[in-house]
């Protein structure tokens, strides 16, 4: 019998994340849970090495409980690989939605909105307690989440936004993508150049990251003359893919002195192809280079001033989603992850430490 939770939340959620918390910070999770087992998956497709395109939705599910007190829960997420903030979402939830937490916890994976559309289809028609969701493109939920609400399963928004009704889920734990794009902008305009020749390398097109760090810019391009939009394409977070578009703008002999990437791994395949072509990049040199996500990695190129600039995407939303579940709905329905964006000129290994991911 489902077993629903329906009790007020007592008090403030717990700031419990390892990256952005004005309070005290928690280690990112380290593994899934032993418990977990694969089920039967539907159809998937071979990731490339840098995650072009994700895998179709692919089932693991939890041991059944002998109790049968588990509170069952559906999570759609996109693919693990896609980069590394994926990756330290997809752990850290793994970490929190365990049977020694009281959950059986189903995952499926797609980043393609169809696909998850299905998977969740499937998640209700099994008639979990709650449906967790990181949708990949912002539109198009309305009837599955209407679907949700009929059959009883509470639906809990993770890591992204999308357009849909407020009374269709229970709480929205996600990231300001907007806020993110404008902290990045605003600290570019901060750089003083006489004119900002930009490459930029989109994400996936229509997810909420994309949207929110795009709209930021095209405002700026649109607003100010001396910002150029030397290139604008989409990389779909893809390294290599990053790598040929700034390539193909080196051959054209196009200028340009900025990149901003819309990941780590898209920065990073860009600053391949300046360094095959030999031009100078990071703190005083060439070209300014910008990312998101805040691998640690991409923090140490920040230290190193081989790149200039990466905006916080906190990954860490499992201990808020498992708050509202076992305490109620939050006062607010949608909160905000706490995130901020590093500059090479001020970075600090204890930076790097604490909030690379």
Known sequence: MKRKLAVLMTG????????????????????????????????????????????????????????????????INNDPNESG???ANDADLKATFTEENGYSASFAYSMKNDEQITAAQKFIQDGVDYLLLSAADTSGWDSVLQDAQDAGVEVILFDRTIDADESLYLASIVS???????????????????????????GVMGSAAQLGR?????????????????????????????QQIVNSVITSGKEFNVIYAENDDMAKGAVAALDAAGISHGVGKDVIVMGFDCNKWALEELLNQNWNYDGQCNPFQSSYIDDVIKNGAPAEKTIIMDEKGFDATTITQEDVDSYGI
Do not use: F
Not at 34 to 41: C, D, H, K, T, V
Not at 55 to 72: K, Q, R, V, W, Y
Not at 183 to 199: C, F, R
């Open 176 to 202: 300001d993508m907007d806020k993110e794009g404008e902290t990045a902008v605003n600290w570019l305009e901060g750089q003083g150049l006489d004119t900002y020749n930009i490459i930029h390398i989109q």
């Open 85 to 87: 903030y994926r990756t």
């Open 214 to 242: 795009t709209g930021a810019l095209d405002a700026k391009v649109a607003a100010d003359d001396n910002w150029n939009l030397v290139e604008q394409q989409t990389a779909e977070w893809n390294a290599e893919t990053a």
């Open 12 to 75: 403030a959620m717990v700031m419990a994340t390892l990256a952005g918390c004005g309070g005290s910070e928690a280690a990112p999770a380290a593994a899934p849970a032993a418990a977990e087992e694969e089920a039967p998956a539907a159809e998937e497709a071979e990731a490339p090495a840098a995650e072009e395109e994700a895998p179709a939705a692919e089932e693991e599910a939890a041991a059944p409980a002998a109790s049968g007190d588990l509170i069952t829960v559906g999570i």
